[in-house]
């Protein structure tokens, strides 16, 4: 039987995530699109005790041997700095991303003294050094790269939709200008102003993609909050698995929003230790209430204190009638 796979990989406080999708015009005869890559810090996977796993091993120990497209939501360190170990390994065949193929050749390599390096900086900085050098080498290795915005609709294999609900074009126009004045900028302390603002401002310039596999359909927002759906279309936001923004922290969704999406399931990305206010137990409690069941890619306790089972990954799958189907495994 023919099935769609879409995995969570436990990358803890991050997202990483594995679409397989059945088409014979791939090799092997599964079209793969890897969509985040969680964090590549050491010390996010050491210790943890929950399954946590990079996002290059785990590929590795599954026998991926091919990437047909790579899709990065936003620049945030724990979903940008973990594609760059896989594309090193993998190199994909398309790279899909919110911003233009030209920016990197206009950034530097950034580096920061002591006395202004906060954790939060440090993380961007990160994200934004590792950007640069991951598009560079896509382009040295004669990877296409695309730019998304919302109205883009896509066919990348059989039965497979990919609509792109965001961002809007005014909306990449601004953070393209956003990345490029920081660049500009010569000014130390207004520099770190525009860093600050930048970061801030990233989760709701996140890629927003709803995919549609044989009328089952799927909405992941990247970091996207609840102040990010405002332009979309009630009928867009429909889903049937919707995996919640921003982690989970109480900014993630809305009460009327969820009840618009109104999905069977739901995955939370919180780490098991729930860094940051993440799998905030009001936001969970709110979309438990809504009907869907609910899942977590790490293993934060659910609203009535039930803790997953220590797993490397989450995979759903839909069957050729559309069932839908959620299992932790190893």
């Keep these: 039987m023919e099935e769609l796979k879409l995995t969570f990989v436990n990358v803890g406080y991050g997202e990483a995530m594995v679409l397989e999708c059945p088409d014979p015009a791939f090799p092997g005869g599964t079209f793969v699109m890897v ?11 050491q210790g943890s005790g929950t399954g946590r796993i990079p996002l290059d091993q785990y590929l590795s120990l599954r026998g991926v041997d091919h990437i047909d497209v790579m899709a990065a939501t936003h620049v945030h360190e724990d979903h940008l700095c973990g594609l760059l170990p896989v594309a090193d390994r993998l190199r994909p065949g398309t790279f899909w991303q919110t911003l233009p193929g030209d920016l990197p050749g206009a950034m530097r390599q950034l580096e920061v003294p002591a006395e202004r390096l906060t954790i939060s900086r440090g993380k961007f900085l990160c994200a934004l050094n590792d950007y640069q050098t991951l598009c560079r080498r896509l382009q040295a290795q004669g990877c296409p790269q695309l730019t998304l915005a919302a109205g883009t609709v896509l066919h990348p294999c059989r039965d497979l939709t990919v609509r792109v609900l965001g961002p809007s074009p005014i909306r990449a126009r601004q953070l393209e200008d956003l990345c490029r004045e920081l ?14 603002r930048l970061d801030a401002a990233m989760n709701n310039y996140s890629l927003i993609l709803l995919l549609e596999y044989r009328g089952t359909r799927i909405l992941l927002p990247g970091d996207t909050n609840c102040m990010g759906y405002g332009s979309l279309a009630e009928e867009d936001l429909r889903a049937d698995l919707f995996k919640v923004g921003h982690h989970g922290q109480r900014d993630g969704i809305s009460r009327p929003q969820i009840q618009r999406i109104a999905p069977k399931a739901v995955v939370c990305c919180a780490s098991s230790d729930r860094r940051y206010n993440s799998a905030e137990p009001g936001i969970l409690r709110m979309m438990a209430d809504s009907g869907a069941e609910l899942f977590f890619s790490d293993c934060p306790p659910g609203p009535d204190g039930t803790v997953p089972p220590p797993h490397s990954a989450l995979t759903f799958t839909v069957g050729a009638d559309g069932a839908l189907q959620g299992v932790y495994a190893g």
């Design 35 to 45: 969509i985040d890559g969680g964090s590549a810090e050491p010390e996010e996977y």
């Design 183 to 196: 660049y500009r900028e010569a000014d130390e302390d207004a520099f770190w102003r525009k860093l600050d």
